[in-house]
Structure formats: structure tokens, C-alpha cells
């Protein structure tokens, strides 16, 4: 299984960014999708993840009621709707896949992930 971040860029505090995970090489509605941000001298940290289905999600409350994860199992591809962003979102993203039987708990760190791709960087300037 092979994960595609794209999107990032620089943004100023208060606009938008949508980032994009395209997977290939498995079937993507098995498995549940999830975006992780790592800050200079930072962990690596959870923002938020979704269902195989897109019926239930996560968020970390930093981001809850500005972010959106969505998926599209049709187009293979999950995204990250970023609104109102702050300077304190600068990180770089990573999107991460999990397989995961129909009625598995949502995996909602890190850790509950085995399918990483490379990151994409989200600057926001003050």
C-alpha cells in the first residue's frame, strides 16, 4: 500500500488549505485513513482520522470545528479541509492508512497505523 500527501503550502493565518492522500496498491475502502502533523522538535501527533466507511471520525480538539477529514473510497482519496488556520498548525503532514475489519475501534493514534506516506509541509504565516 502506497500514500500520496499533497497540498501544503504557505498560507497566511485565518485562510485555508486542503490537503489530499491518494492511496494505492490495496483496496481503500478497507482500510481507515488518518492525518498526523509533526512540528520541528515535536512528536508526531494526531489531527485526525476516519472511518473505512466515513462514518465515524476523530478529531484533536486543536483542530475540532476548524478541520474536516473527508474520504472519497470511489476516487481513492482522503482529505484534510483546513479553515481558520493558525501559525501553530505549521507542521508537517502525514497521511497514514490502518487495515482494519468493518467493526474495528476508529485507531485514533499513531500507533494504530502501519501505511505511512512522505509528508507534505503546511506553513502559516502570522
Known amino acids: 500500500v502506497q500514500l500520496q500527501a499533497s497540498g501544503g503550502g504557505l498560507v497566511q493565518a485565518g485562510g485555508s488549505l486542503r490537503l489530499s492522500c491518494t492511496v494505492s496498491g490495496g483496496t481503500f475502502s478497507r482500510y481507515s485513513v488518518g492525518w498526523f502533523r509533526q512540528a520541528p522538535g515535536k512528536e508526531r501527533e494526531t489531527v485526525a482520522t476516519?472511518?473505512?466507511?466515513?462514518?465515524?471520525?476523530y478529531y484533536a480538539d486543536s483542530v475540532k470545528g476548524r478541520f474536516a477529514i473527508l474520504r472519497d473510497n470511489d476516487k481513492k482519496t482522503a482529505f484534510l479541509q483546513m479553515n481558520n488556520l493558525k501559525f501553530e498548525d505549521t507542521a508537517v503532514y502525514y497521511c497514514?492508512?490502518?487495515?482494519?475489519?468493518?467493526?474495528?475501534?476508529?485507531?485514533?493514534?499513531?500507533?494504530?497505523?502501519?501505511?505511512w506516506g512522505q509528508g507534505t509541509l503546511v506553513t502559516v504565516s502570522s
Open positions: 476516519i472511518s473505512r466507511s466515513g462514518s465515524s471520525t
Open positions: 497514514a492508512a490502518r487495515s482494519a475489519i468493518l467493526t474495528a475501534p476508529l485507531g485514533t493514534t499513531k500507533e494504530d497505523y502501519n501505511y
